[in-house]
């Protein structure tokens, strides 16, 4: 059995750096854009835009490669 607890196993796996590929990270960067975009728009009560970046985030998650 292990001597770290549940807790001090997880910290680890967290601090542990992962690989990922330039296009990942250009569609997971488009991704939170929108995500931004939608939190603005709302933020001002502007249903028009929120809609109009939700469309995009739906885009980058169908194009997450």
């Known amino acids: 059995p ?4 549940e807790t001090e ?3 680890d796996v967290i601090a ?3 690989m990922i590929s330039e296009d990942f ?4 960067q488009k991704l939170l854009n929108s995500y ?3 939190q603005q ?3 001002g009560d502007n249903f ?3 809609s109009k970046s939700a469309q995009k985030a739906a885009e980058s998650i169908i194009h997450l490669t």
């Open 2 to 5: 292990s001597m770290m607890s």
């Open 9 to 11: 196993e997880s910290e």
């Open 16 to 18: 542990q750096d992962i």
């Open 25 to 28: 990270r250009i569609s997971l």
């Open 36 to 38: 931004f975009e939608i």
């Open 41 to 43: 728009a709302l933020a």
């Open 48 to 50: 028009a835009e929120a």
